[in-house]
């Protein structure tokens, strides 16, 4: 069971991750996802009824986002937001990264999680014996 005392520790530590910014990688990651549709920070503020200085705000750090500014943000850039238990946030980096890797051609499309390099995805099922 966790003590006022702790539970007072974890705000104070939630309260200063907050006033820092938006996580570097974060940040950068928008960006770069921004930048590959062809947008400029005015064509993103633009579509989110901002202004570009708040999107270089953000991308900068100099500012945190509302909750539902992000998520609204994140969501046009066709991302989203999820919840994932500590212990498997390198999992799901790894997944990620593992999907947005190049193929073997060379070529850096996104490949489904669930399919093998070797495995041609129109073919049918095997049973296994």
């Given at each position: 069971?966790?003590?006022?005392?702790?539970?007072?520790?974890?705000?104070?530590?939630?309260?200063?991750?907050?006033?820092?910014?938006?996580?570097?990688?974060?940040?950068r990651t928008l960006k770069e996802v921004r930048e590959?549709?062809?947008?400029?920070?005015?064509?993103?503020a633009c579509r989110l009824g901002l202004t570009q200085?708040?999107?270089?705000?953000?991308?900068?750090?100099?500012?945190?986002?509302?909750?539902?500014?992000?998520?609204?943000?994140?969501?046009?850039?066709?991302?989203?937001?999820?919840?994932?238990?500590?212990?498997?946030?390198?999992?799901?980096?790894?997944?990620?990264?593992?999907?947005?890797?190049?193929?073997?051609?060379?070529?850096?499309?996104?490949?489904?999680?669930?399919?093998?390099?070797?495995?041609?995805?129109?073919?049918?099922?095997?049973?296994?014996?």
């Open positions: 069971m966790v003590n006022c005392e702790q539970a007072a520790s974890r705000i104070l530590h939630i309260k200063q991750l907050r006033l820092e910014g938006l996580p570097e990688e974060m940040r590959k549709r062809g947008w400029t920070q005015r064509n993103l200085t708040h999107i270089s705000s953000i991308e900068s750090g100099k500012i945190v986002p509302r909750y539902d500014t992000l998520l609204e943000l994140v969501r046009i850039l066709d991302r989203d937001l999820l919840m994932v238990p500590r212990a498997l946030v390198p999992v799901v980096q790894s997944l990620i990264r593992d999907h947005l890797q190049p193929d073997q051609n060379g070529e850096g499309e996104e490949r489904s999680l669930y399919a093998t390099d070797d495995e041609d995805s129109t073919q049918e099922p095997r049973d296994e014996v």
